[in-house]
């Protein structure tokens, strides 16, 4: 059983400091019992790693905490998106954060982003209509050299790859129109909203961040270390970004498992 100050040292310990800017991707479950919450209260231990993000992070006046507040039923199953209500779909912690006062989300009905801190407009206000590319969330974080942080998940969850998969204009992802209906503030909003997906064919093999990892940490671009069962791994977005984009013109397909261009 670990606690907030346990947690507070691991993150202080990977390397995030008050004033940072970090985005983060989690997955809560290999932290076990918390100390001080009960195994039934899932609010009360969410809200017990959000303070821990809160004390490093100097939350809301110094530093700035940014998750992914995705949606994927919208693309998937034709789901009208809420801006205000629309649950995030990849994890309890952001979902947390998205509810928190203070928040703000980024628009766009598949991959929105939720911010809270200093630079929460900087990051999250007026983005593109493409969830990745120029103007997007992520250009926004590397222009502010934001950290990014992989809490209890390995880099399989690394969305930036879907970013550079825009950048650099890859052979297996095409942009796609979706007009599903829109709604911020009970308004219809104007569509449509574009995303960068991969081709549905089956020749597209899952991602494989490993090799990225091992690539990142060689180059010492990446911290890691371990809280009772818990990894957590912390890297500059524009090191990241700038290692995949070079890596990316040697292999278009250095994210996948297998090889695969379209060539018509």
């Known amino acids: 059983m670990i606690s907030q100050k346990t947690i507070e040292y691991g993150l202080r310990k990977a390397g995030l400091k008050k ?24 609010n009360g231990f969410v809200s017990t790693v959000f303070a821990a993000f809160s004390r ?4 809301p006046r110094q530093g700035t905490l940014v998750v992914p ?11 009208p ?9 990849v994890g309890l912690f952001t979902e947390y954060v998205r509810k928190q006062k ?10 929105s982003f939720c911010a809270i801190g200093k630079k929460k407009h900087d990051i999250c206000k007026d983005v593109s209509i493409s969830c990745y590319g120029y103007n997007s969330v992520f250009d926004r974080l590397y222009q502010l050299d934001a950290k990014m942080m992989f809490f209890g998940c390995g880099m399989y969850h690394m969305t930036l790859k879907h970013h550079l998969e825009q950048m650099v204009a ?14 911020k503030n009970n308004k219809p909003v104007k569509l449509p909203f574009l995303a960068v997906v991969r ?7 899952n991602n494989d961040c490993r090799q990225f990892e091992r690539h990142l940490k060689k180059k010492r671009m990446l ?5 009772s069962k818990t990894k957590i791994l912390l890297m500059r977005i524009r090191d990241a970004y700038d290692q995949g984009y070079e890596l990316l013109q040697k292999n278009p397909c250095y994210f996948l498992k297998k090889p695969y261009y379209t060539t018509k």
């Open 102 to 111: 203070g928040a703000y989300r980024s628009m766009h009905p598949i991959n």
């Open 199 to 205: 081709y549905l064919n089956g020749r597209v093999n």
């Open 56 to 59: 490093i992070l100097g939350l």
């Open 81 to 89: 998106f809420m801006y205000e209500k629309s649950p995030s779909e």
């Open 223 to 227: 911290t890691s270390v371990e809280i």
């Open 19 to 42: 004033g940072d800017t970090v985005l983060v991707h989690s997955s809560l479950r290999s932290l076990g019992p918390l100390e001080g919450v009960d195994p039934d209260d899932r």
């Open 69 to 79: 507040t995705f949606t994927h039923e919208y693309a998937r199953n034709n789901i």
């Open 170 to 183: 890859l052979p297996y992802v095409y942009t796609k129109a979706y007009f599903t209906p829109v709604y």
